[in-house]
């Protein structure tokens, strides 16, 4: 009797407890707590001290996007990122040339409104492109400036064909995804030791998919006049994305036994880059545009390296541990050095597809 007295006593006691947290976490939010609070699998860098967010129910994990806690500027800092690559996105289907097709039987007209463009990167290779490819054989009519309509009148027999885009297309979509699934798995993995582990996946297969899509122009356009060569490789790097996808989704590859697999094929994953760049100077080296995209991606591999030492060495927090909690700690520097890296990428694509227009093969 008294063990059952005492069973129930303390059934009731984690009863109420467990209430009194629901209750405190609805009717004001949820508290904000230090690293040795954690639960195991929120433990990840013992050098960011507080303001973690624990086990909290689903409303107030996604209204913490709002408030200010460790993983603040891990969400928006990608989540901004994902909003400048949308722009990118919709600023290069408005404004790269599409192929001209005729309108009538003696000439066609190409409307182009510049002052509604939002980047000067994608301006600037949609000047050239027009000013290149239709030398001597175009008229410009109501030419002003930038700022104005500009009217281009191709003759019947002049009409051009456009280079394919889904490689470039492809691009900006692999980063939009990783940068959206990095900022979704930095806000709701709090939740629970489920969501976070599915979260994780989710951010393995966006970064996959961010590497794999940033071969595609690189591979494409610079091997498009040979499609045996542009082929293997689309074809190799791919598989190397699959495989790391599968290893990142499937639970027994999580296991230790299974750590160097993982290390080797985002290894291989990664350097596998320098092959098709070595190969582009090889055969294209005299052409200034393989030197200019190449050091553009020498550029964007010094991002993305720094980016990764500086996460793997947290650094700075490692030196003052608390001080960067809010801000400056290594996650928030590395999620800007991908941004960096991955606009340096888009400024490289809008070249070789500038190359490819213009020249074709």
């Known amino acids: 009797m008294a063990s059952a007295a ?3 006593k303390t059934c009731s006691f984690y009863s109420i407890d467990t209430k009194e947290k629901k209750r405190s976490c609805k009717e004001d939010k949820c508290e904000l707590v230090g690293f040795d609070s954690l639960p195991t699998f929120l433990k990840d860098n013992e050098f960011i001290l507080n303001y973690y967010r624990s086990e909290w129910p689903w409303k107030q994990t996604i209204l913490s996007i709002f408030s200010i806690h460790n993983e603040t500027l891990n969400i928006w800092t990608h989540l901004i990122g994902f909003i400048i690559f949308l722009t990118l996105t919709l600023c290069t289907m408005a404004f790269v040339p599409l192929p001209f097709v005729n309108q009538s039987p003696s000439d066609t007209v190409i409307a182009l ?3 509604e463009a939002l980047s000067s990167s994608t301006t600037w290779y949609l000047t050239q492109v ?4 239709m030398t001597g054989r175009t008229s410009l009519t109501n030419q002003t400036n930038y700022t104005n309509l500009m009217s281009i009148h191709v003759r019947d027999d002049d009409v051009l064909e456009s280079t394919t885009r889904w490689p470039f297309y492809a691009y900006l979509f692999g980063a939009m995804f990783c940068l959206f699934t990095s900022s979704v798995c930095h806000l709701l993995s709090c939740h629970s030791a489920h969501c976070a582990y599915t979260m994780l996946r989710l951010d393995y297969t966006g970064i996959s998919t961010l590497i794999v899509t940033s071969f595609y122009p690189l591979v494409y356009y610079t091997f ?7 082929n293997i490789y689309i074809g190799f790097i791919t598989v190397f994305g699959v495989a790391t996808i599968l290893v990142s989704l499937v639970p ?3 296991t230790p036994e299974f750590r160097s697999v993982r290390a080797l094929l985002f290894f291989c994953m990664g350097v ?4 098709p760049i ?3 100077l090889m055969v294209f080296g005299d052409q200034p545009v393989a030197v200019m995209t190449t050091v553009y991606e020498l550029v964007m591999g ?8 500086v996460y793997a060495a947290r650094v700075p927090e490692r030196w003052m541990p608390g001080m960067f909690d809010l801000v400056g700690h290594s996650h928030q520097l590395f999620h800007v050095l991908v941004i960096a890296g991955a606009y340096t990428h888009y400024l490289a694509s809008v070249m070789y597809l500038n190359w490819r227009e213009m020249e074709g093969c």
């Not at 596998?272 to 092959?275: N, R, T, Y």
């Not at 010094?302 to 030492?309: D, E």
């Open 224 to 230: 498009m006049c040979d499609p045996f060569v542009r």
């Open 6 to 8: 005492t069973l129930e």
């Open 252 to 254: 027994v590859f999580q």
């Open 113 to 115: 409104n510049a002052s």
């Open 272 to 275: 596998s880059g320098l092959v």
């Open 278 to 280: 070595i190969h582009k």
């Open 130 to 133: 027009l000013a290149t490819s």
């Open 302 to 309: 010094g991002f993305y390296g720094l980016g990764v030492v």
